[in-house]
């Protein structure tokens, strides 16, 4: 009788040991994803402000301005712009 209560208590500190080992992990692992939900959301935030930034260099009057500024780039005159159409090859006045 006493070998069967020695062999029950090794059976109950183990499975103890075994609940508190998944306990600690499953607090680690949470923990975990925790901080990638957070840095998820801060990258969201950062394509957000880059997204916003695209838009506002893109915007067509700071192009033709800094074309224009920088690059001294002009409008082609009306006798300077040629059509082309898809197919023919050909070039058109206007």
Not at 11 to 26: E, F
Not at 76 to 92: E, F
Request: aromatic residues 4%.
């Amino acid at each position: 009788m006493a070998r069967l209560n020695v062999l029950l208590l090794a059976i109950v500190i183990a499975c103890a040991l075994g609940v508190v080992t998944s306990q600690h992990k499953a607090r680690k692992l949470f923990v975990e994803l925790q901080k990638e939900k957070d840095r998820a959301q801060q990258m969201d935030v950062e394509w957000g402000q880059l997204q916003l930034e695209q838009g506002t260099l893109a915007m067509p009057a700071r192009v033709e301005n800094l074309a224009s500024r920088q690059l001294q780039m002009q409008m082609p005159q009306a006798g300077q712009i040629r059509y082309i159409r898809i197919g023919s090859g050909a070039a058109v006045q206007p």
